[in-house]
T-cell receptor
Framework: GESVGLHLPTLSVQEGDNSIINCAYS??????FIWYKQESGKGPQFIID?????DKRQGQRVTVLLNKTVKHLSLQIAATQPGDSAVYFC????????????FGSGTKLNVKP | SQTIHQWPATLVQPVGSPLSLECTVE??????LYWYRQAAGRGLQLLFY????GQISSEVPQNLSASRPQDRQFILSSKKLLLSDSGFYLC????WGTGFNYGYTFGSGTRLTVV
């Protein structure tokens, strides 16, 4: 469900390193997941998605991993760049409740040059 | 191509004043429309969503209301603003395809400060 009242955890990485951002979900009926990136003062933007019938999906420099057994989702960013600095949210869509996505609390990624 | 317009970008309003934020979508028909609020440094809170003209679902009881007078227009309103209404307001739309929601496209947001 939504975690809107929590302060954002921060992940600090060195430029060029790989980043891993994690997200836990609780509903076993969640069957579609999206990672969003939100830069300061802007609306969130779609990064990558994955359906529950997949374990892994790759994009350009990003990979999403889904572990349904432990209800865990991760976003891996390869060779992190300063432009990757943003807040990252995972969002889940629950089967039978198609109209809404439920957002995680978000993680702030800080890339150090 | 589909685009979403949200305005104004920033707004400073006194306590007790009314509010009207507008969101319009172009390039799609019968979208689902959403209003989210985000407090500083926090997550996204769903306020309202609409699956069609005149249809509004309210997620959180509060000082706000929403209306959808046209297929691609979604309005967020308040008769009297409270200090707690301050935040970053985001409009979003989504499309359906064969019973599948492909996720949101967000607008650029409105930064509301109630003083």
């Amino acid at each position: 469900g939504e975690s809107v009242g929590l302060h954002l955890p921060t992940l600090s990485v060195q430029e060029g390193d790989n980043s891993i951002i994690n997200c836990a979900y609780s509903n076993s009926a969640s069957d579609y997941f999206i990672w969003y990136k939100q830069e300061s003062g802007k609306g969130p933007q779609f990064i990558i998605d994955i359906r529950s019938n997949m374990d892994k999906r790759q994009g350009q420099r990003v990979t999403v991993l889904l572990n349904k057994t432990v209800k865990h989702l991760s976003l891996q960013i390869a060779a992190t760049q300063p432009g990757d600095s943003a807040v990252y949210f995972c969002a889940e869509n629950i089967y039978g409740d198609f109209n809404k996505f439920y957002f995680g609390s978000g993680t702030k990624l800080n890339v150090k040059p | 191509s589909q685009t979403i317009h949200q305005w104004p970008a920033t707004l400073v309003q006194p306590v007790g004043s009314p509010l009207s934020l507008e969101c319009t979508v172009e390039g799609t028909s019968n979208p689902n429309l959403y209003w989210y609020r985000q407090a500083a440094g926090r997550g996204l809170q769903l306020l309202f969503y609409s699956v069609g003209i005149g249809q509004i679902s309210s997620e959180v009881p509060q000082n706000l209301s929403a209306s959808r007078p046209q297929d691609r227009q979604f309005i967020l309103s308040s008769k009297k603003l409270l200090l707690s209404d301050s935040g970053f307001y985001l409009c979003a739309w989504s499309v359906w395809g064969t019973g599948f929601n492909y996720g949101y496209t967000f607008g650029s947001g409105t930064r509301l400060t109630v003083v």
